[in-house]
């Protein structure tokens, strides 16, 4: 004991502080694995993932202790100098705790949404911070949620004061030297633990990834390094370099007539399905709306009973992906036909990207809307739809109906205010209407007492994909804007002459099992598997179309059906074209995951180690040689690095023409 005593007080109060804070860290990470492991992980399985979590929370504690041994080599800055002293260095420690327990418990909110830790694209949101908090305090009890941080942080607060009085009582009379060489081996432990391991090269986030599967990766992991180690990568990367080296994959995907000069842009000519009524189109870009949850997908909650019969009598494509998760990610692979790959920030809001080409300027001869009943200043969507020359802007502000919450009027009456600006058209349009009523809050318009809500139970609604009553009603609610909206139009003079086209923005992850092979679940693909339809009952036969398209396919389809040529410069195909070959879909995330779904496979690589996944779409997959699955393997890994790369080159030169 005599010789503990001889260490100075502030270096006994840190070593407290230390395993104070690892316990907090610790306790957070098993809060994380009991709250969101996946049922087939067990507690052994994970155990490398927090041996290697202490590396990356000690970094982090030692972070926030070393300004305290620092200053601490010059006795007048000690804790234990003076009362004010013991005041300031007390706030500065309640400050961290308020920065860090807010930290863990935006990381719960990411994993309980998106399943994967808190990481710098948070930023998109906080960019838009008055409607980010309102969409919160209508979603969540956010008053009790702060009141319990608040008790928290005193809670600590009163344990450091009982900490620190606990050093001076027990060293009191001990006549303890302020010798600086402890400061200084003190900070050197610090500094090693901040550098996080015995290597020249220090412990970088990537380093998790060498861990068998994302959740033992993430778990590993803490908030805090995940988030500061990707706010370097919101910046746009790019290399022409890259773009011209995987052309040739690209041209041989995109079916290029000129193959050996570097170039995307093709003048396309209308096809023999082309009409030439000059019909109006009605894009619908509809929020959250995910294919296994609904009735399409055979899910027996039978949620949207009326879109099910709209697909029946439309083009209807039962297996079309987007790129990204997202809304701001999906409006901008629709209007661009790009996959937005750029890594923590959103293309909308980069100034660099912004500036897109798009093939709605080749509807010559027609006016052009956008609706949306709230603000398109939110992830900057009116930034990327200004690019549509001519454009007429109908949101927040401009409509006859009061918002419903915080994304603006609901869905029905965005349809409705469409529906008003489309009979009155003397020349044909294109019209986006954007939804974004099936989402949190989850709240239905007292106003629209003909809507009937269900009760399931919590059982069957999470078998079938839904966390709960409310998300599963908001579901429905969409069913019924839909059935509201083509009501209507179907009494306008409008109608017989116009396309209807309906694109889900993104999927949501969830529980997918009753509806689809384990891959959709397993590897998320729910979070892109989104309804494609193609509805003109008077203009188009009805067709079930089962190969694998994407988002970015929506525009250049649409311009296929209009007879007139258009300018393509992306990645987007005709997926009605009889000459098209090569089905398959481009995925990107966050998380480091690229890859290609085809009608057969799924392949995955990551960008952070190299692993490299097949897996089979169907629950009766052919069967294949090792050679040959071997063979499948090296051609999609070529061709999701060429569109990865072209990609990333086309969001910063596809510029308007």
């Known amino acids: ?8 007080k ?32 067990s507690f052994a ?5 927090f041996l290697m979590g ?46 860090v327990f807010f930290f863990f418990a935006a990381d719960m909110g990411s994993f309980s949404y998106n399943q994967t830790r808190l990481d710098a694209g948070a930023m998109n949101f906080v960019e838009d911070p008055g409607i980010s908090v309102k969409m919160m305090w209508q979603t969540y009890p956010l008053f009790w949620m702060l009141l319990g941080l608040l008790v928290a942080v005193l809670l600590f607060r009163w344990m450091y004061f009982k900490s620190h009085w606990h050093i001076i009582n027990r060293t009191d009379g001990h006549k303890i030297p302020h010798r600086p060489k402890y400061f200084i081996i003190a900070g050197l432990i610090l500094m090693f633990f901040i550098w996080g391991r015995f290597s020249v090269k220090p412990l970088t986030a990537k380093a998790c990834f060498s861990l068998n599967g994302s959740f033992s990766s993430y778990l590993a992991l803490n908030p805090l390094q995940n988030f500061f180690s990707t706010l370097q990568l919101r910046q746009p990367v790019f290399s022409e370099e890259l773009a011209r080296k995987n052309f040739p994959v690209i041209a041989d995907l995109l079916q290029l007539r000129d193959k050996e000069n570097f170039g995307y842009k093709r003048v396309i000519s209308p096809g023999s399905n082309a009409l030439e009524s000059k019909p109006n189109v009605v894009l619908v870009l509809c929020e959250s709306f995910s294919m296994y949850k609904s009735t399409m997908s055979g899910n027996p909650l039978n949620t949207t009973p009326f879109f099910d019969s709209l697909c029946k009598n439309g083009i209807f494509f039962e297996r079309c992906f987007t790129p990204h998760f997202s809304t701001a990610r999906g409006l901008f692979a ?44 939110f992830n900057n969507f009116e930034g ?5 020359d001519g454009l007429q802007m109908h949101t927040e502000g401009s409509f006859t109906a009061q918002p419903a919450n915080v994304w603006g009027i609901s869905d029905k009456d965005l349809f409705y205010e469409a529906n008003k600006v489309f009979k009155q058209e003397k020349k044909p349009f294109f019209a986006i209407v954007q939804t974004a009523y099936n989402h949190r809050p989850y709240m239905i318009p007292e106003a629209d007492t003909d809507f009937v809500k269900k009760t399931v139970s919590i059982e069957e609604l999470l078998k079938y994909g839904f966390e709960s009553l409310d998300e599963y009603n908001t579901f429905r609610y969409s069913d019924y804007s839909f059935q509201k909206f083509m009501e209507a139009a179907q009494k306008e003079s409008y109608f017989h002459n116009t396309i209807f086209v309906f694109i889900g923005d993104h999927g949501v992850a969830g529980n997918a099992t009753e509806m689809y092979p384990p891959v959709w679940t397993s590897a998320r693909l729910t979070d892109e598997h989104v309804p494609f339809l193609i509805y003109a009952p008077h203009l188009l ?21 209009i007879q007139q040529p258009y300018i393509n410069t992306t990645l987007g195909r005709n997926v009605l074209d009889t000459a098209k070959r090569n089905n398959y879909a481009f995925i990107t995330n966050t998380a480091g995951t690229i890859g290609m779904v085809t009608d057969e496979f799924y392949f995955t690589k990551n960008l952070n180690y190299p692993q490299e996944q097949l897996m089979y779409m169907n629950y009766v997959p052919k069967n294949y040689s090792t050679a040959q699955l071997d063979s499948v393997k090296k051609r999609l890994s070529e061709q999701t690095t060429a569109i990865f790369e072209t990609a990333r080159y086309m969001l910063m030169n596809n510029k308007s023409y």
């Open 1 to 8: 004991m005599l010789i503990k005593y001889k260490l100075p």
């Open 10 to 41: 502030t270096i006994l109060w840190v070593t407290n502080l230390l395993v104070l804070f690892f316990v907090i860290f610790t306790l957070f990470r098993l809060a994380t694995f009991f709250a969101f492991k996946p049922e087939h992980i």
């Open 45 to 49: 399985d994970v155990v490398p993932s």
């Open 54 to 99: 202490v590396q990356y929370d000690m970094r982090w504690i030692s972070i926030v202790l070393l300004p305290i041994i620092a200053c601490s080599i010059v006795p007048r800055l000690s804790p234990f100098y003076s009362s004010r002293n013991k005041a300031y260095w007390t706030g500065y420690l309640v400050l961290i705790t308020f920065f």
């Open 334 to 377: 629709t209007i661009t036909g790009i996959p937005d790959v750029q890594l923590f920030k959103f293309s909308t809001r980069n100034p660099q990207a912004i500036q897109q080409h798009t093939i709605i300027d080749n509807f010559e001869g027609y006016n052009k809307h956008y609706f949306l009943g709230g603000s398109a200043g």
């Open 384 to 388: 990327l739809i200004k690019n549509i």
């Open 541 to 561: 036969q009805p067709m079930l179309r089962s190969e694998v398209v994407s988002q970015i396919d929506v525009l250049p389809t649409i311009a296929g059906l």
